[in-house]
């Protein structure tokens, strides 16, 4: 019994040790962090710039005379990547939240529709599943409230969510018109709602964030002489968006 006693007291003594060292370790490891940006926090308003990867398609609501029709099958629409920039302006409303405008944002999106048809046309050399590219260059206005973490050494996480308004700037072109697809209009309205992480360095501050958007406004002109338009009734965007923010 005396020999299990001193072994196991020296075990305790051997574990305090360790609990010792580790304890002085993680305080001197918190001493060595040097906070960038320090003062960055006391700033009511600064500014940013971001460069955007984006990954658009519709949401299709079918005509209630689809089911009436005998050329077209299905519709279908599938993402595809774009791109953008924008800029950011963001005030402090508290340690915890604040308003970011983002403005100007220029987006480059593309989204596509396939059509599989009952009876393809073969004088207009038409198959029988047929993909059509809708472009978009979208200048928008999202403005966002944001809700911020504890910043930790130099690293925060946030949260955020609000509204955009967007313009198409090719809603009317040319190419989308000689497609005899479908015509868009020129405005849309949503909501928009993301998480990101800061990462603190001596000149910037870097942000990856990713978004999810959602389009609230039927964005298809119908017109009901165009087999490829006349089974759709609505169009609705829908959006993901990832960024790399820099801010100072």
């Known amino acids: 019994m005396y020999y299990l006693l001193r072994q196991k007291k020296s075990q305790l003594i051997r574990l305090a040790?360790?609990?010792?060292?580790?304890?002085?370790?993680?305080?001197?490891?918190?001493?060595?962090?040097?906070?960038?940006?320090?003062?960055?926090?006391?700033?009511?308003y600064f500014l940013g710039i971001a460069l955007i990867y984006n990954t658009s398609r519709f949401n299709v609501?079918?005509?209630?005379?689809?089911?009436?029709?005998?050329?077209?099958?299905s519709i279908e629409s599938q993402g595809a990547g774009g791109f953008g920039l924008a800029g950011m302006h963001t005030y402090r409303l508290s340690p915890r939240f604040e308003v970011r405008a983002i403005f100007p944002q220029l987006l480059f999106s593309y989204k596509n529709l396939t059509y599989t048809l009952k009876t393809p046309?073969?004088?207009?050399?038409?198959?029988?599943?047929?993909?059509?590219?809708?472009e978009s260059i979208l200048v928008g206005v999202p403005i966002h409230l944001k809700f911020r973490s504890d910043r930790i050494g130099n690293f925060r996480v946030y949260m955020f969510g609000g509204a955009k308004f967007e313009y198409d700037l090719a809603s009317n072109s040319t190419a989308r018109r000689a497609e005899g697809l479908v015509k868009l209009s020129k405005y849309d309205f949503g909501v928009e709602a993301g998480i990101g992480f800061s990462f603190y360095f001596p000149v910037f501050i870097l942000s990856p964030e990713i978004k999810f958007s959602n389009g609230l406004m039927n964005t298809h002109s119908r017109d009901q002489n165009l087999k490829f338009s006349n089974t759709i009734d609505k169009l609705n965007s829908k959006m993901i968006l990832f960024s790399l923010i820099f801010e100072g």
């Open 17 to 44: 040790y360790v609990l010792t060292l580790l304890t002085a370790c993680s305080r001197s490891w918190a001493q060595e962090i040097e906070l960038n940006l320090p003062n960055h926090d006391d700033k009511k």
């Open 61 to 73: 609501t079918h005509h209630p005379s689809f089911l009436q029709q005998d050329s077209i099958q």
């Open 121 to 134: 046309d073969l004088a207009k050399e038409e198959a029988k599943v047929m993909t059509k590219r809708v």
